[in-house]
């Protein structure tokens, strides 16, 4: 059994089971540097403060530099006995440091420690995700640069509506990515992360001294860019007590995962053979146990299934934290599993589309076959019609009367002669209609589109 961080006030041991349900460590271990740097922040307010001797000091600062650079490099003895990876690295310091390790707590509980921890993960883990995000950007649009000439049929209802360029189609995803990528930054910007809350109600040190000596550690640290986020808490109660960073972060990550899930959707019908229009890599496909002609879209599947668990940890921290009072409550602790399943998930999703979509190869012969569907220009055609000075209800009405005829003689509409055309409307014009029909010309007259 480790030591832990409290205990004196109780007479007997805690039981077994509750131990093991109470313990985090299998979580919360991945906050394990960010809890160090929090640690090498604090002892240098609490030099500052007089709250501890130079010596001191120097020992807590070797020790704490000794286990981050265990981290980095991963070598770190996580002890997953432990009740939570805050008691983990004062044990380790222990070892390290000696009996000063004793010191790292003054003027700090485990409540504001948590929240530094958590909110510094989200911020570099958040860059990381901004790095990500730009990439696959930048992957995706350059799938519709590299066959910016192919016209596809674009679809409503899941119908044939018009033609589109696939550069177009993919600029679309690539701006849903955008916005993602912009309500990511504006959270990591709101993070506010903090030190001085103390358990609830702040510590005796001033919070002048916080932010000095934060500042002075983030320049020791080589990180002098924090200091524009982190720095003395302005409530010590809203410090320990708030969660919406985590809800508001899960959230982002849900919206993102819902356009990850919409893009795989698409991707996923166009490799079926009733679409025909592109096929995916053999590395980011499997086949049938039974089945030998299988090749499944299985990444895109499972990308897509994800969301629902990108839902599901939105809405568990929303329900967590929902009837809490003020201030800080043992619930939170589930807080980190959906968090760091939501990052993990999306970070891995990103890198695999990012590598699926390299090996996309289209079907252009398919593709070509599908836009043979004159109703896909019946819009066009309409067109014609309002430029000849018909309006637009009745060229709606004339253009409609003449997809139903063609569909149901099975004659179509670029082999009607001239005096079939004008028993529909003597404004349709035998040749601006073939011009109008072709897909290409529909999707290349589109001046709206920049």
Not at 61 to 76: E, M
Not at 319 to 324: P, Q, S, Y
Request: positive net charge; glycine residues 6%.
């Amino acid at each position: 059994m480790t030591t832990k961080l409290w205990g004196a006030r109780f007479a007997r041991e805690i039981d077994p089971f509750f131990e093991k349900f109470s313990s985090s460590i299998a979580a919360d271990y991945r906050l394990a540097k960010c809890d160090l740097i929090g640690s090498f922040l604090h002892i240098h307010v609490l030099k500052g403060a007089k709250l501890i001797a130079a010596g001191d000091f120097a020992k807590l600062k070797k020790g704490l530099l000794s286990l981050l650079s265990d981290v980095d490099k991963g070598r770190f003895a996580y002890d997953f006995t432990s009740e939570d990876i805050h008691t983990n690295i004062q044990n380790a310091l222990l070892k390290k440091a000696g009996p000063v390790a004793g010191k790292l707590q003054t003027c700090r509980s485990r409540n504001d420690q948590v929240v530094f921890d958590t909110k510094l993960y989200c911020l570099i883990n958040g860059a990381r995700l901004q790095e990500s995000i730009f990439f696959f950007r930048k992957t995706l649009l350059a799938l519709g640069n590299l066959h910016s000439s192919l016209v596809m049929p674009g679809y409503t209802h899941m119908q044939h509506a018009q033609p589109v360029y696939l550069k177009d189609y993919c600029s679309a995803y690539a701006l849903m990515f955008e916005r993602d990528a912009q309500r990511l930054e504006d959270a990591l910007m709101r993070l506010d992360i903090s030190q001085g809350a103390g358990a609830l109600a702040g510590t005796p040190i001033p919070s002048s001294i916080y932010k000095a000596q934060i500042k002075k550690a983030l320049d020791a640290l080589k990180m002098p860019g924090l200091a524009k986020l982190v720095g003395p808490c302005e409530n010590s109660l809203s410090v320990v007590s708030d969660r919406d960073f985590v809800a508001e972060l899960l959230s982002l990550l849900a919206i993102m995962g819902m356009h990850i899930s919409r893009l795989c959707e698409d991707l996923v019908l166009w490799s079926s053979r009733e679409f025909g229009f592109i096929e995916i890599g053999d590395e980011y496909c499997t086949g049938s146990s039974l089945m030998p002609q299988k090749k499944n879209p299985d990444a895109l599947e499972l990308m897509r299934g994800s969301a629902g668990i990108l839902y599901g940890n939105l809405i568990s921290v929303l329900v967590i934290l929902k009837g809490l009072p003020l201030s800080y409550n043992r619930d939170m602790q589930w807080d980190k599993e959906p968090l760091f399943s939501s990052l993990e998930l999306i970070e891995s999703e990103l890198v695999i589309l990012s590598g699926l979509l390299k090996t996309i190869k289209f079907n252009k012969a398919n593709i070509e076959h599908q836009l043979g569907d004159e109703s896909l220009c019946a819009t066009d055609l309409a067109d014609h019609l309002v430029a000849s000075g018909v309006p637009f209800q009745e060229a709606h009405k004339v253009i409609g009367k003449l997809v139903r005829h063609s569909l149901k003689t099975g004659k179509k509409i670029k082999g009607m002669t001239q005096e079939e055309l004008n028993l529909f409307s003597k404004k349709l014009n035998k040749r601006e209609v073939l011009k109008r029909l072709n897909p290409y010309f529909c999707a290349s007259s589109k001046k709206s589109v920049r």
